[in-house]
C-alpha cells in the first residue's frame, strides 16, 4: 500500500469492515522527495452490525436481586420481632417467679383488742459514778506514742 510514512486508520466498532483512510501518501519515486497528495477513497454505504443491549437482562437481574434483599429483610425483621416476643415471655415470667418468692418485708399490724403493757425489767439498774480524769492540777502529762514517752509541760497563769 504506502512505502515510507505509516498511515492512520479510523475504526469504529460499531462498523463491521473498516476501510483504509489514508489522504496522504508519499512517494519516494519520483527522486525528489516531493509530496504528492491523493484524494480520499469515497466511503461505501455500510450496514451496522447486529448488536444486542443486555439492559433488559440487567433489569431482570436487578430486579431479583432488589426482591431477595426486600425478603431477607423482611425475614430478618420478623426474626427479630419473634425474639424481641420470646424475650418479654421470659422476662415476664421471671417477675412473676421473683414475685411467688418474695417474702414480705412489712411489720405486722398490732393487736388492738389487747392492750400493750409494758413490764418492767429484772436487771438492776445502772449506778453513777464520778469520773477520774486524773491530777487536773498538774502542770506536766506524759504520753505514749510509738513506744517513744514524751512529756508534756502546761504552763498555768494564776491569778
Known sequence: MCTGKSSYTKSSPKFGKTSPTSSV??????GKGMNVTK???AKENKKPLEFKLHSGDRAVKRAMFNYSV????????LQ???EERLQKLIEEEEIRMLRKEMVPKAQLMPFFDRPFLPQRSS???TMPKEP????????CWTCVFNNQHYLYHINHAHA
Do not use: C, D, E
Open 70 to 77: 426486600a425478603t431477607n429483610y423482611y425475614i430478618m425483621k
Open 39 to 41: 484524494a480520499p477513497p
Open 80 to 82: 427479630k420481632k419473634q
Open 123 to 125: 436487771r438492776p439498774l
Open 132 to 139: 477520774s480524769f486524773g491530777n487536773v492540777n498538774s502542770t
Open 25 to 30: 501518501l508519499s512517494s519516494g519515486s519520483n
